[in-house]
C-alpha cells in the first residue's frame, strides 16, 4: 500500500494528465521537457507500482485502459483539491478565514445580506478566493445559539439584549418597526380599532418557530390559548398571513408594499407591539474578551463584514429593505 500511495505524487498525476490531454507520448514529452523514453520508463513504473495497465500497448495513440481513465478523473480532483489546499493555507497565512459563517435572522432583509455577499466576494482577495461563505437561516435565540455554540462566527439580527459572554462582542443593529397586519379578507380587516386582546385571541396567529435547539425558544405576540399556525421563516409567515390563514406583527418594511396596494391592512391593536432592540454580534479570539472595538486577530473577512456594519446604511437595510429600492452606497 505505501508503493503504491509513494507512487501516487502530484507529478506522477500530472503526468497521467497531460499525455492524455496531448494526445501521445512524445507530444506529452515535449511539452514536460523529457525525452520519451523517459516517459515511457516513468509511465511502466506508475503502471507497476499500482499493478495495472494505464495505456493500451495496442494503440498508437496514447489511448487511456478504463483503469487509466479512472486515475485521470480521480487525478484532476486530487489535483484541484492539492490547489485549493494550497490557496487556502496562503489564505490563512495571509489573514483569510478558510471558511466565514454566518447566522441570519429571517427577519432581516436577505436582500440585503445577498447584496452584501455580492460586494464581498468581488473582493478578489491576492492569495486567491476568499472565504467560503455559509448563511445559517435561524430565528429568535436561534441565531444567538449558533453564535454560542461555534456554528457561525457572526450574528444577525440577535433578539432582545443578549447576555455578556467573554468571547462574544456584541453590538446594536437597531430597532425593528413592526405593523399587525391581516388579509383584506379576514374578518380582523373589519373591527374596529384599536383591536383587544380578548378579540385576538378568537382568531389564530401566525409566529414562526424558534430555531434554538439547546437555549430556551422565544414566544412573541401570542396570547394564551390561541390557535397558532407555526411556519418555518419569516417569509413563510408574510405567505400565510397574504392568504388569510391567520394574523400577526410583521416588519414593516415588509409589509410596506402590500399595505400600500391592498394585499395587507394594518391595523391598530390595544396592546401594540414595541420596537423590538435587535443586535448584531461576533466570536473574538482569546485575549479579545468582548469588546467591540478590539478587532485585533480578527480574520479580514470578519473585518470586512463589521466594517459593513459600522455604517449607519447598512444597518437601515438589513432592518428596513425588503423590497428592491436604491442599493448600497
Not at 490547489?83 to 441570519?104: C, F, K, N, P, Y
Request: glycine content about 8%.
Amino acid at each position: 500500500m505505501s508503493d503504491r500511495r509513494n507512487a501516487l505524487t502530484p507529478e506522477a498525476l500530472t503526468m497521467i494528465d497531460v499525455i492524455a490531454r496531448s494526445g501521445s507520448f512524445a507530444a506529452a514529452a515535449r511539452e514536460l521537457g523529457k525525452v520519451p523514453s523517459a516517459l515511457t520508463y516513468s509511465v511502466r513504473q506508475l503502471e507497476q507500482a499500482l499493478d495495472v495497465l494505464l495505456f493500451d500497448r495496442r494503440s498508437r495513440q496514447a489511448q487511456l485502459t478504463a483503469a487509466g481513465q479512472e486515475l485521470l478523473a480521480e487525478g484532476r480532483r486530487l489535483l484541484q483539491a492539492m490547489d485549493a489546499v494550497a490557496h487556502r493555507v496562503r489564505r490563512v497565512a495571509s489573514g483569510w478565514e478558510t471558511q466565514l459563517s454566518i447566522a441570519v435572522d429571517s427577519i432581516l432583509s436577505s436582500l440585503t445580506v445577498f447584496e452584501l455577499c455580492e460586494a464581498f466576494y468581488a473582493l478578489n482577495p491576492p492569495a486567491g478566493p476568499g472565504p467560503r461563505l455559509r448563511l445559517r437561516s435561524e430565528v429568535l435565540a436561534g441565531t444567538w445559539e449558533a453564535l454560542v455554540h461555534g456554528q457561525a462566527d457572526l450574528a444577525l439580527g440577535v433578539t432582545g439584549e443578549p447576555p455578556p459572554i467573554t468571547g462574544i462582542a456584541v453590538l446594536p443593529l437597531g430597532h425593528l418597526d413592526m405593523d399587525f397586519v391581516v388579509a383584506p379578507h379576514h374578518p380582523l380587516a373589519r373591527e374596529a380599532e384599536p383591536i383587544a386582546d380578548a378579540l385576538l385571541e378568537r382568531h389564530r396567529a401566525v409566529a414562526v418557530a424558534d430555531t434554538a435547539q439547546r437555549l430556551a425558544a422565544m414566544t412573541l405576540n401570542l396570547l394564551p390559548g390561541q390557535d397558532v399556525l407555526t411556519v418555518p421563516s419569516v417569509p413563510a409567515k408574510l405567505e400565510a398571513i397574504l392568504r388569510g390563514l391567520g394574523c400577526g406583527f410583521l416588519p414593516r418594511g415588509l409589509v410596506r408594499a402590500h399595505v400600500e396596494v391592498g394585499r395587507l391592512v394594518a391595523k391598530a391593536v390595544a396592546r401594540p407591539r414595541q420596537p423590538a432592540p435587535m443586535y448584531y454580534a461576533w466570536r473574538c479570539p482569546p485575549g479579545n474578551g468582548s469588546d467591540p472595538s478590539n478587532r485585533q486577530g480578527l480574520g479580514l473577512g470578519l473585518r470586512w463584514w463589521l466594517e459593513q456594519l459600522d455604517r449607519p446604511a447598512t444597518r437601515t437595510a438589513l432592518l428596513e429593505r425588503h423590497s428592491r429600492g436604491p442599493a448600497l452606497a
